[in-house]
Structures are given as C-alpha cells and as structure tokens.
C-alpha cells in the first residue's frame, strides 16, 4: 500500500536522449511490484518497459544473456532453465522485470554467496536526458553503480548483458530445520549457511514468550543429474511454473487478521520438519512461493499492508531480537517474517544489501503504526543498517543520509546526467534522494 | 508526498485559526514535520496562535494567505497563491466555517447569507481550486470538515446545517470527480466539539473535543477512509437519526 498518485503512461522511444513531455518529469515503470512509491510519478510522465520485451539473446558459451530491460523475470527464466541455465539473483517473486531488479538492485536467498544482481551485469545500454550510455563496471563505472540500487533515477535501462549460472537440474536439494525460538535460526544459519547456495528463513512473528521468533530455515543447492531418482534423469531440465490459484479482486478485509495469520503460521510451523535432509523441490516451489496464488497481495484487502525491510550488521542481534519482539509485542498482524544473511555489498552508493542480518515482513496497517515503525528505525540507525528504499513507504526524510551514507556521491553522479532533474519519482520527491526536494 | 500512512510533508489550512484544524496540525506534526501554510484573515490573533504552535512542533516552514470567506473569489485566490509560491501540497483541509445566530438569521436574512456564504460557497470555491491543483500534481488529499449537523438537518439550527449539508453534499461529489486523478477527498464529521465556536452551548450527546477529532483524522487518514466519523459511533447514530420519521425528529431536543 502506499499513496496513490496519478500519471501519464506512455511508450519509450529507445533512440535519444529522454525527453519528459509534461512539466512534471518522467520515470521507467517494470511490473511495477515496488511495495511502495518507487515506480510512481505523480503529475508526471510514467514510461512503460514492459512493452519492451523482445529481446533474449542468450550467449550459451559465454553463458550470458542480453535482455531487455522490460523482460520479466518469468519469461527469463522459461527461456534460461530448458537451456541448463539459472538468473544470477532472483527474488521471492519471479514477476519482476529485469530493468526494475537493477534498479532496486534486487537480492535473493543467495546473497551470502554471490551478493546482490548488480554484481552480475555485465554491461547495460542506459537512456539519460544526456543520451543512450553504454555503461559497465570498467566503462563508465560511477554510472554503472549509480543505476544499480538507484532507483531508476539515472536513467531508463535499456537492456542489460546478465552472467547466467549453469545448472544440470531445475530441481533443489533442500535441507529444512525448524527452531523453536530466534537464537536457534541465528546460530544455524551462522554456522552453516555457507554451505549451502541459497538459504533463508521464515520467523513466526506472532509467536509470543519463550517461542519468541521460532523459525523455519531453509538451505539448499541445484541438484545434479546423479541426484534424482532414476525415473527422472530422462528430464531434468523440466521447468512448468503455474499460477494455480486466482485471488478476486474484491477479497473480504478483515479475512487477514490477527486471529487468522496465528492459524497461519500455526499450520506453517507444525507442518515443517523437525529436521529433513535432501528433499527435492521445484525452482518455483523454493524461490517462489508466493507465485502459486496470483495476486496475493489482495489477500490483504483494500486497506493493505505495508512492508517493512531494514538490515542490521552483524554483532547487532540485539537489535533483530528487539524488532521481532516489538512486533510481536504489539500484536501487528503481520505475516511471517523473511530472515536472511546477507554477504558483502556491491559498490553501489544507493545499494540496499550490507553485511548483515536482513528481516522483511508484512504489516497491516493499524493505529499506533508509525511511531512502532519510527522506533524500529532509530535503532536500526543506531547500529548502522538501514532500510530497503524498494520496499519503504513512510520512513522519516531525514534518516536518509545516515542510511545511506554515500549519497551525496550517488547524487553528484546523477547531476552529471540529469542537471535538470527531468527523472523524478514520488519516492524521490518524499524521500528528497535527488537533493532537488530540499524545502519541501 | 503523503506516505503509506496517510501523513502529509506540506499542508494548507483554510481557516488556520480553527481549533479543530489547528489540533490536527498539531497531531500531525507530532507525527512527522511537515511546512504548514495557513490561510485565514489577514491579522487573526487565532491564525497567528496556530503559527506560533507548528513552529514550536518543529514545522520547517510556516506562512500564510489570506483571504476573507466573505468573498469566496479571495478563497480561490488564496489557494492559488500557496500552490504557486510552495509547489506541491500534499493535505488541504478546509476548517473555515460559522455557526450563526438561528434566531437572528431566521430574523434577518442577510445574517443567514452570510452563515450560507462562508460555510457553502466559500467551500465550493475552496473545494474546486484546491481540487483542480491537486488533480495537476496527480496527489494529494483534501480534507473538507463538515458536521453532523448537516447529516439531517434540525428546527434549531437549520441554516447552519443546511448550509453544511451542502457543503458536505459538494465534497462528496468533488470526491467522485477526482476519483483516479491522484488526488482524493475526505469528509470529516464531527459531532458536538467543545470548541471557542460552540462555546456557552450546552454540549449535545456525544460531545467531544477537538484533540479527539484530531486523532480520529490522523487515524482515518492512515486507514485512507473516505468519511471520518469523530467519534466513530455517531455513523451508527446517524443510521437511526436519518430514518426517525420526521415528528419524532422534530422532537428531539437540543
């Protein structure tokens, strides 16, 4: 959820400089799965990349791919699997296009190992009020790093050359732990979690006393081929995601309540394993699990939720602990919490990702919401992390340069290509990210 | 920009000096800072206390417009004005408004006009400038204070009533118009609130204060409710109130 705004939407003409037709400056939408304000141009001008998605050209010896940037993540992904290949970075949805992953310069479960998708461009074909860009981590690589994580406010990524991991299978070898309280997903995951490709976490924020922040963790790798049974060695590459079920646009409010996430997660608890070794799950059944039901956010119903994503460095467990036991203290009906370690950050100035611990969950919004939520931001300041602008909605303004302590360098790299500030979105304009909003 | 709760980074009150506007600022900005712009007549000592306050909250900016409610086409000029020289205006909230003296207004009818002047077409005029600058901006809210009062109308202070059910009647329909522009509405209902307005009035069931109407509108804006209710069970009173037949209505003291 998060305020609405209008603007205009109009195609992308790739050839020249960008040119925003109306007063109001011009911003690139994807899919437009931002939790927040981050593809919103108020007044202004919104170009569409997702009628851009033609362009797959898959390099298999070089194992790389040139894709436009409007391409989804989804269509990326039948394309690459069938051919042995994985995306270097996915997250928890697949309905992303690949210009709106850089420009949140998007993680997934495996961080810890091959950080966030910015580390995996090769190059990318930038559109700027100064011209078309070709920019990479040797050419151009103040821009480069500046357009990964920097929200679409240096440009419009054209298409982007992605490194692509091989695979043998489209299964996972997954191992699954359940622990009955915070501490004990801690210590599994830092003792183990590099062992493994891709690891995360669920928390059952509701869970209160001593099962305060009981867990279900969850580690795996690509099987080989010599991993399956014998009967489906023939196939490995299989890939069939599905959307099996529809949520109706009018979903009764109030369904989503305290009472029933408890069941929820009740059910999501009990049902995980004390402990399993080996279990063989599909790419969409690991990466994607929210994907089977489209449309869940409607679940949430017209009043809508929040998300809140913040990153606390390691030595800070302290402060996770506080977190989840404010939430869970208040009673917010959130849903389960997603727990991640996170490994190095890229370069990056505007790049979310920072060693650390990352914790994601749902929020309805109740009354009281703010002043918890501004609570949990001045400690996260506190121990130097900070909060995911893809997925913010309402942190305070002025938090922003302590987050995010490279911005004024971020932004002396974005005046060089828009000196007039034609790139705006509604979250540069509440979060004042370019400089340009100072007085409001 | 308004964020996900509804909070609000610039806001303009037409009818600074009013209490219930100046508690919401106050509630507000304990919330999040935010430049006030405050629109009333020139040299009013309650807009001036409403400035002092928002400063003392921590406000970056506080300044004014005038304009008289008397002359609705200053209204319109005011609103202008604050757009033009501030940019983007995330909250308007219209608080102007008079009570009237009924007896008197009953008596003479230029007394009534001017009750109909400031409460409904001074509104109007208000609703459809900041309207038209909200839905340019593609955002914003426009909170119109409107009264129980005007829900249905009573023998003891129709005139006030009817000139606030028109104007709650207006924003409703500006609400529709505006509807996927960006830029939405929001009605405010309050029951009987212990302010300087009603003061010397024996207060009606219900009766509240303006802090409380504050809080309920920090709250509805948050939840994005189209009408805010202050305090909440009046909407259900006011289910059985519209449907009382009329000479039990009639009756009813108060």
């Known amino acids: 959820m998060t305020a609405p705004t209008a603007a205009d939407v109009v195609p992308l003409d790739q050839t020249g400089p960008i040119l925003a037709p109306r007063s109001r400056g011009i911003l690139a939408r994807g899919l437009g799965r931002s939790y927040g304000d981050a593809a919103q141009n108020a007044g202004g001008t919104i170009v569409d990349a997702t009628v851009h998605d033609s362009l797959i050209a898959i390099d298999r010896r070089g194992a790389t791919a040139q894709v436009a940037a409007g391409v989804s993540l989804d269509r990326l992904l039948q394309r690459l699997v069938p051919l042995g290949f994985f995306v270097p970075v996915t997250p928890g949805t697949r309905f992303v296009t690949v210009g709106g992953a850089i420009a949140a ?30 920019v990479s981590p040797e050419l151009e690589p103040d821009l480069f790093w500046a357009t990964t994580g920097g929200m679409g406010l240096t440009g419009i990524v054209l298409d982007a050359t992605l490194s692509l991991p091989r695979i043998e299978t489209s299964l996972l070898q997954v191992d699954t732990d359940r622990t009955s309280d915070l501490d004990g997903v801690l210590a599994l995951m830092t003792e183990g979690d590099h062992r493994y490709h891709y690891s995360v976490a669920w928390i059952d924020c509701l869970a209160r006393g001593r099962h305060l922040g009981r867990s279900v963790l969850t580690r795996g790798d690509f099987a080989t081929v010599s991993d399956l049974p014998a009967s489906q060695r023939s196939h490995p590459l299989e890939y069939k995601p599905a959307v099996r079920i529809q949520v109706p646009p009018v979903f009764p ?43 869940w956010n409607r679940m949430y119903g017209p009043r809508g939720f ?27 009906a959130s849903s389960l919490a997603v727990l991640k370690r996170f490994g190095p950050g890229d370069p990056g100035p505007l790049s979310f990702p920072a060693e650390g611990w990352t914790l994601a969950l749902d929020v309805a919004v109740v009354p009281g919401l703010t002043a918890l939520l501004d609570q949990l931001d001045d400690e996260v300041v506190s121990v130097g992390g900070r909060v995911y602008l893809a997925k913010d909605s309402r942190v305070r303004r002025g938090l922003i340069p302590t987050m995010y302590p490279r911005l004024n360098e971020w932004r002396s ?16 304009r509440r979060l004042n990210l370019s400089g340009r909003w100072e007085t409001r | 920009m308004n964020d996900a709760l509804g909070l609000p980074q610039s806001i303009l009150v037409l009818g600074g000096g009013s209490e219930i506007a100046r508690a919401t600022v106050r509630a507000l900005l304990v919330e999040r ?38 002359d609705p086409a200053s209204v319109g000029g005011a609103v202008d004005e604050a757009f033009d020289s501030h940019g983007d205006i995330d909250l308007v909230i219209v608080a102007f408004g008079v009570l009237g003296d009924q007896d008197k207004a009953e008596a003479d009818p230029t007394a009534a006009i001017e009750v109909a002047t400031v409460n409904y077409a001074a509104a109007v005029t208000a609703g459809l400038a900041a309207g038209n600058r909200l839905k340019t901006q593609g955002h914003g809210t426009l909170l119109a204070l409107s009264t129980v009062a005007g829900e249905r109308v009573r ?54 204060d303006a802090d409380s109407v504050a809080r309920a509108i920090v709250t509805g804006l948050a939840k994005g409710s189209a009408v805010i209710w202050a305090p909440g069970l009046l909407r259900w009173v006011f289910v059985i109130f519209r449907h009382l037949p009329r000479a039990v209505w009639r009756k009813i003291p108060g």
């Open chain 1, 253 to 295: 409010s109030g369904l989503v309540n305290a009472a029933s996430m408890r069941l929820f997660n009740e059910a999501f608890y009990r049902r995980a394993p004390r402990s399993r070794r080996g279990e063989l799950q599909s790419i969409p059944q690991f990466f994607h699990p929210l994907d089977v039901i489209g449309h």
């Open chain 1, 413 to 428: 790299v974005r005046d060089l290509v828009d000196p007039d500030g034609l790139l705006v979105s509604d979250l540069d």
């Open chain 1, 105 to 134: 310069d998007v993680h997934g479960k495996n961080h810890h190992r091959d950080g966030s998708i910015g580390n995996h461009i090769r190059s990318m074909n930038l559109a700027t009020p100064r011209g078309v860009v070709a």
């Open chain 2, 33 to 70: 800072p935010a430049t006030i712009i405050l629109g009333g007549r020139r040299g009013s000592a309650a807009l001036d206390q409403t400035a002092e306050e928002a400063r003392q909250l921590g406000a970056p900016k506080v300044s004014t417009v005038a304009f008289d409610a008397m």
């Open chain 2, 155 to 208: 023998r003891a202070n129709f005139v006030y009533g009817s000139s606030k059910a028109g104007m709650d009647s207006f924003y409703q329909g500006l609400g529709d118009a505006l509807a996927g522009t960006g830029a939405r509405v929001v009605i405010v209902r309050p029951g009987f609130v212990r302010t300087r307005m009603t003061a010397g009035m024996d207060a009606a069931p219900f009766a509240t």
């Open chain 1, 306 to 332: 929040l998300q809140y994503q913040s990153v606390v460095p390691f030595g800070a467990e302290d402060t996770l602990r506080r977190a989840v036991e404010r939430l869970s203290g208040a009673g917010v």
